[in-house]
């Protein structure tokens, strides 16, 4: 059985860790939870270090629980946030427990016979018909002001980065976490809390709480993993266009394999090691070769392929490689008019996009393609040229004459032309 804190350890994701962890890691089967938001029906890249986390623990033979915080969700963690959050309601919240059980369920094991097989739990199921008397008598109690205020999370936001100051609501926060831990660990014996290293304030309320609680004998430990940052120090998992999700309805296949495909060299050699379940001579193996030739980015594509498979499918992982030889390599037709809607609009976001009008339709490609509202071709004679030269494609395919007719049965999905100038200039049409 692999040791869990070797593991985290060489793969760069431990931060920080309470004495006695190792050994009782070592000692038994140890349940361990690690809490998630559930105000997104979906997890996004930001989640995942969490998530392998879990990954590994069950692969060292320890049991693994997802905790979506449909209580702690409807307040909202002052951890890193310089303003309250707009709480969804509870019919919001259990659709996105589902969703992100779903895909959870892609790095864990929720339906096998093991005794560490995953769970998914759910914090409103047990803070629901928690009175705030009871809560104030049984929990409130046993914690201290002065304790709370010694946090990093509340210094922080007392100390002017908030513009509204912080809410009783969120100030209360680390007791809501900390009860979390302490029913967990009264009802299903979970002794360990992961997170990422932000959350090392409230897990310690957590096991504070159990001690307080229970008796000073009574063990409970917490481990984190360092917040991933990208190599400039800059934050990890966000794009111009916003975050990279896990639901493909969000982030298309072909943008998160080009998200991880894009990373620097220095990110590579670290995200190899956390975000995948590579083993450590494959990896050093892997970044040997790529530092003998870093122009042949190995390791970005070992990443972006072994992600994005876990994430999403192989059959997602081909065409999101199809997709990407459409720009940037040799492409068909065929490979043109496999893609998605989705990740056609993706692949070609960046290049000049036009309307055309239906009725034109049936009419020569010289007519239709040096539109008065499109910058294709300077002029009909330059687009002859072109054409002459066999310097112009549609949809892939060369075009022969200038007169050839463009009808509807050359539309991708039924609304679009891909009009091919030269090697590398396209324009997106879209037909309406």
């Known amino acids: 059985m692999k040791n869990f804190v070797e593991e985290l350890k060489w793969r760069g994701m431990l931060a920080q860790i309470m004495p006695g962890t190792e050994e009782l890691l070592q000692k038994e089967m140890v349940s361990a939870y690690l809490g998630t938001d559930p105000t997104a029906d979906s997890l996004h890249i930001g989640h995942l270090c969490g998530i392998m986390m879990l990954r590994h623990l069950q692969r060292c033979g320890h049991k693994p629980y997802l905790l979506v915080g449909g209580a702690t969700g409807m307040i909202g963690d002052p951890s890193g946030k310089s303003q309250e959050r707009n709480p969804p309601d509870t019919e919001?919240?259990?659709?996105?427990?589902?969703?992100?059980?779903?895909?959870?369920?892609?790095?864990?094991?929720?339906?096998?016979?093991?005794?560490?097989?995953?769970?998914?739990?759910?914090?409103?199921?047990?803070?629901?018909?928690?009175?705030?008397?009871?809560?104030?008598?049984?929990?409130?109690?046993?914690?201290?002001?002065?304790?709370?205020?010694?946090?990093?999370?509340?210094?922080?936001?007392?100390n002017g980065e908030a513009r509204d100051g912080l809410s009783f609501t969120e100030f209360t926060y680390q007791l809501l976490?900390?009860?979390?831990?302490?029913?967990?660990y009264q009802t299903l014996g979970v002794k360990l809390q992961l997170g990422g290293n932000?959350?090392?304030?409230?897990?310690?309320?957590?096991?504070?709480?159990?001690?307080?609680t229970l008796g000073q004998d009574a063990e409970a430990f917490c481990l984190t993993c360092p917040l991933i940052t990208?190599?400039?120090?800059?934050?990890?998992?966000?794009?111009?266009?916003?975050?990279?999700?896990?639901?493909?309805?969000?982030?298309?296949?072909?943008?998160?394999?080009?998200?991880?495909?894009?990373?620097?060299?220095?990110?590579?050699e670290r995200y190899i090691k956390i975000f995948t379940s590579l083993d450590k001579p494959t990896i050093d193996s892997l970044v040997a070769e790529h530092r003998e030739d870093p122009g042949r980015r190995v390791l970005q594509?070992?990443?972006?392929?072994?992600?994005?498979?876990?994430?999403?499918?192989?059959?997602?992982?081909?065409?999101?490689?199809?997709?990407?030889?459409?720009?940037?390599?040799?492409?068909?037709?065929?490979?043109?008019a496999s893609l998605d809607e989705a990740t056609l609009n993706d692949v070609f976001?960046?290049?000049?996009?036009?309307?055309?009008?239906?009725?034109?339709?049936?009419?020569?490609?010289?007519?239709?393609?040096?539109?008065?509202?499109?910058?294709?071709?300077?002029?009909?004679?330059?687009?002859?040229?072109?054409?002459?030269?066999?310097?112009?494609?549609?949809?892939?395919?060369?075009?022969?004459?200038?007169?050839?007719?463009?009808?509807?049965?050359d539309l991708i999905d039924g609304k679009y032309l891909l009009v091919q100038k030269g090697k590398k200039n396209y324009f997106l049409l879209t037909v309406k």
């Open 230 to 268: 990208k190599a400039d120090g800059k934050k990890f998992g966000k794009t111009e266009s916003g975050n990279v999700w896990l639901d493909r309805n969000r982030t298309t296949p072909y943008a998160f394999y080009q998200f991880w495909l894009n990373v620097s060299d220095d990110d590579a």
């Open 198 to 212: 932000d959350q090392w304030g409230n897990m310690t309320t957590g096991t504070e709480l159990i001690r307080r």
């Open 177 to 184: 976490q900390g009860y979390d831990f302490l029913h967990l």
């Open 349 to 409: 976001k960046d290049v000049p996009h036009y309307t055309l009008d239906k009725a034109l339709l049936g009419g020569p490609a010289v007519d239709l393609f040096c539109q008065d509202n499109m910058q294709i071709f300077p002029s009909k004679s330059e687009m002859r040229k072109l054409v002459k030269g066999g310097g112009v494609s549609l949809n892939k395919e060369k075009v022969t004459a200038f007169d050839q007719p463009v009808t509807a049965s």
């Open 92 to 158: 919001t919240l259990y659709h996105n427990q589902e969703a992100i059980k779903a895909q959870a369920a892609r790095f864990l094991d929720f339906d096998g016979s093991e005794p560490n097989k995953a769970e998914l739990v759910n914090n409103y199921d047990w803070m629901k018909d928690f009175t705030f008397l009871d809560f104030a008598r049984e929990v409130g109690k046993h914690i201290t002001v002065n304790y709370m205020m010694a946090k990093d999370s509340v210094q922080k936001r007392l």
């Open 301 to 336: 594509k070992r990443l972006a392929e072994e992600v994005t498979t876990m994430v999403h499918s192989q059959a997602d992982l081909d065409m999101a490689i199809a997709a990407s030889n459409i720009l940037f390599g040799k492409a068909t037709r065929e490979s043109l």
